[in-house]
C-alpha cells in the first residue's frame, strides 16, 4: 500500500508524508521526529537549528528574481494525534502509520492517519527539496506538541524568526482561509475515594459505549455528536437509587481535543433488581438511539455479565461524581454574535477514569473570547468543587484576534478566486491553531491559514482528500510567487 500512496499526485508532497508517517510521532514523544526534520535539512544543505522546545526550523534562499520579496514562514506541527479502534492492534510509539487509498480518499488501517498537520509538513518538505518552484526567502519553521498543549509554539524562541508573513499549513477545509481561531484552557478535576467491599447478593456488569463518530473537539462540536462519556453518566446517574447499583471503573474518552468515542463501565446491582435494572436499561439505551438515530447510526451500547469486582466507589462519593459530570457542560456554549455560523465558546468532557480510589475528569475549553472562556471555565470548576474536587487550569493560550485588513489575505484572497472562479470562505475557527500564540512572540508578522480538505481529523476515520491536496498544491505554488516585495 505504500507505493500505492507515493504514487498519487503531487509525488513529492505524497513522497515526504509517506516518510513522515513511517516514524512514530505522537504527541509529547517527538524525539525521532525531530530527528528525521534535522536530518532531512541537513541532507538538503540548508541551514538547519533546533530550539530548545524542539522546534525545528529549516531556511532556504530566494529563487532567482524573487529576492526583493518579503520573508515568509511556512509553518506546520510535528506531532499527531494517536487515536485507534477498540479492536485494533496498534502502538503509535513503535510503529508507522499503515495507510491505504479510498477512491478520493487516503485513510489509515483502524487509526488516525496523521493528515493533520502531516500534509501540511509534507508540503513544506517538498518545498524546502524542489528545484523548480519560485519563492522569497523562507523559513520552514515545524513546531512540537501542538495537539496537546501547543508546548512548541508557547516555548518558541522569540528571535529564531526573520519573516514578516507567516503561512499557517493547517486548516481542513480547502475553500477556507483562515483569520482567526479559538484559545483555550485544560480543566482537570481530580478526587480520592474509599473503596468497600462488594456487598452480598450483587450482580455484575459491563456497560460499554461504542462506536461513536467522535472527531475534533473543535471544528466538529457544532455537529452535536454524542460524547461516550455523557452517554455513560445518563446510563449510570438514576441507578443507585431504582437498584441499588455501585460502580466498581469506568473509563472513558482519551485525549481533551477528542470527542470520546467509547465508555466502559463496571458496576454492580441488587440481585432482586437484576430483571427491573436490564429492562429499564433497554428502555433508556433505545431512547438513546433514537434520538441520536441520524448524527450516530454506528453507535452501539451493551450491557453483558461480567466477573464480580472485588472492590466499589463508596456511595456519596458516587452520588457527587454522577451529578457533577450531569450539571458539567459539554458541548456549544455560545455562538458568536459578530461571525455567522461560528462557535464562540464550548467545552468537550474529554476523559473520565475511576479505579483504585482515585477519579480523574478532563476537559478542553475552548473561546474566540477570553472573558467568555474563563466564565465557562469557572462554570465547570464550580460543577466539580461542589462534588468535592479539587481542579487546576493549566495549558492556557490565546486566540487568534480576526484581522480582516491583512495583505497577505487579500494576496489569497484574489488567487483563490482566479484559479477556483469563486471566493474561498474567509472566516475564523473553532479550533486552537498556534497563529494566536506565534503572533505574542512575533506581533508585527502578518498572518494567515488554509490547507486541504481533512475529514474526521483526531477519530481513526481521519481521511484526506486526494484531489482537494491537488489544488492545494497549485494554489500554495501560486501564493509563494506572489508574496508582495519588501
Known amino acids: 500500500m505504500d507505493e500505492e500512496i507515493r504514487n498519487i499526485e503531487p509525488k513529492s508532497v505524497w513522497n515526504n508524508f509517506a516518510d513522515l508517517n513511517a516514524v512514530p510521532r505522537p504527541s509529547k514523544k517527538e524525539e525521532r521526529v525531530i530527528a528525521f526534520m534535522m536530518d532531512f535539512g541537513k541532507k538538503l544543505g540548508l541551514p538547519t537549528k533546533k530550539d530548545k522546545a524542539g522546534n525545528v526550523v529549516i531556511t532556504k534562499p530566494a529563487t532567482p528574481g524573487m529576492e526583493n520579496r518579503k520573508t515568509i514562514v511556512l509553518q506546520s506541527h510535528l506531532d499527531m494525534v494517536h487515536q485507534k479502534n477498540n479492536d485494533t492492534q496498534f502502538d503509535f510509539n513503535q510503529q508507522g502509520i499503515e495507510m491505504y487509498v479510498d477512491g478520493d480518499w487516503v485513510r489509515a488501517k483502524g487509526t488516525t492517519l496523521g493528515a493533520d498537520n502531516g500534509l501540511g509538513v509534507a508540503t513544506i518538505m517538498a518545498i524546502l527539496e524542489s528545484k523548480d518552484i519560485a519563492h522569497p526567502d523562507l523559513e520552514a519553521l515545524f513546531t512540537i506538541d501542538e495537539e496537546t498543549g501547543m508546548t512548541g509554539a508557547k516555548e518558541l524562541d522569540s528571535t529564531i524568526l526573520e519573516g514578516e508573513i507567516l503561512l499557517n499549513l493547517d486548516t481542513e477545509e480547502d475553500d477556507e482561509i483562515g483569520i482567526g481561531c479559538a484559545g483555550g484552557v485544560d480543566i482537570s478535576a481530580k478526587r480520592t475515594y474509599q473503596q468497600e467491599p462488594v456487598p452480598s447478593k450483587m450482580d455484575a456488569f459491563g456497560i460499554k459505549v461504542k462506536s461513536l463518530q467522535g472527531g475534533h473537539s473543535g471544528m466538529d462540536i457544532i455537529k452535536g455528536l454524542a460524547n461516550a462519556n455523557k452517554l455513560m453518566n445518563r446510563l449510570l446517574f438514576d441507578s443507585y437509587t431504582n437498584f441499588g447499583?455501585?460502580?466498581?471503573?469506568?473509563?472513558?474518552?482519551?485525549?481533551?481535543?477528542?470527542?470520546?468515542?467509547?465508555?466502559?463501565?463496571?458496576?454492580?446491582?441488587?440481585?432482586?433488581?437484576?430483571?427491573?435494572?436490564?429492562?429499564?436499561?433497554?428502555?433508556?439505551?433505545?431512547?438513546?438511539?433514537?434520538?441520536?438515530?441520524?448524527?450516530?447510526?454506528?453507535?452501539?451500547?451493551?450491557?453483558?455479565?461480567?466477573?464480580?469486582?472485588?472492590?466499589?466507589?463508596?456511595?456519596?462519593?458516587?452520588?457527587?461524581?454522577?451529578?457533577?459530570?450531569?450539571?458539567?457542560?459539554?458541548?456549544?456554549?455560545?455562538?458568536?454574535?459578530?461571525?455567522?455560523?461560528?462557535?464562540?465558546?464550548?467545552?468537550?468532557?474529554?476523559?473520565?477514569?475511576?479505579?483504585?480510589?482515585?477519579?480523574?475528569?478532563?476537559?478542553?475549553?475552548?473561546?474566540?473570547?477570553?472573558?467568555?472562556?474563563?466564565?465557562?471555565?469557572?462554570?465547570?470548576?464550580?460543577?466539580?468543587?461542589?462534588?468535592?474536587?479539587?481542579?487546576?487550569l493549566s495549558g492556557d493560550y490565546p486566540g487568534w484576534a480576526p484581522n480582516p485588513n491583512s495583505n497577505i489575505l487579500k494576496v489569497l484572497d484574489k488567487i483563490y478566486q482566479k484559479q477556483n472562479g469563486e471566493k474561498a470562505n474567509i472566516a475564523a475557527c473553532h479550533a486552537g491553531l498556534e497563529c494566536g500564540i506565534l503572533g505574542s512572540h512575533y506581533p508585527k508578522m502578518d498572518m494567515i491559514s488554509f490547507g486541504p480538505t481533512i475529514r474526521g481529523a483526531h477519530s481513526p476515520d481521519e481521511r484526506a482528500s486526494i484531489s482537494s491536496m491537488q489544488k492545494f498544491w497549485k494554489f500554495t505554488k501560486e501564493v509563494l510567487q506572489q508574496i508582495p516585495e519588501k
Do not use: W
Not at 269 to 290: R, W
Not at 301 to 323: A, R
Not at 351 to 356: A, C, L, M, Q, S
Open 245 to 392: 447499583l455501585r460502580i466498581a471503573s469506568l473509563y472513558g474518552g482519551g485525549l481533551r481535543n477528542a470527542i470520546p468515542r467509547e465508555s466502559h463501565a463496571i458496576v454492580v446491582v441488587d440481585q432482586i433488581s437484576k430483571e427491573a435494572f436490564l429492562s429499564e436499561m433497554k428502555m433508556l439505551i433505545d431512547e438513546i438511539k433514537q434520538e441520536y438515530k441520524s448524527l450516530e447510526p454506528q453507535m452501539q451500547i451493551s450491557i453483558e455479565p461480567t466477573q464480580m469486582p472485588e472492590m466499589i466507589m463508596e456511595i456519596g462519593v458516587q452520588e457527587g461524581f454522577l451529578k457533577s459530570i450531569y450539571a458539567a457542560h459539554n458541548g456549544v456554549y455560545r455562538m458568536s454574535p459578530d461571525i455567522d455560523g461560528l462557535v464562540e465558546t464550548s467545552n468537550n468532557i474529554a476523559r473520565i477514569e475511576v479505579k483504585n480510589g482515585e477519579i480523574e475528569i478532563h476537559c478542553l475549553t475552548r473561546s474566540s473570547v477570553e472573558s467568555n472562556k474563563m466564565d465557562l471555565a469557572n462554570s465547570l470548576r464550580s460543577s466539580f468543587e461542589l462534588a468535592g474536587f479539587e481542579v487546576e
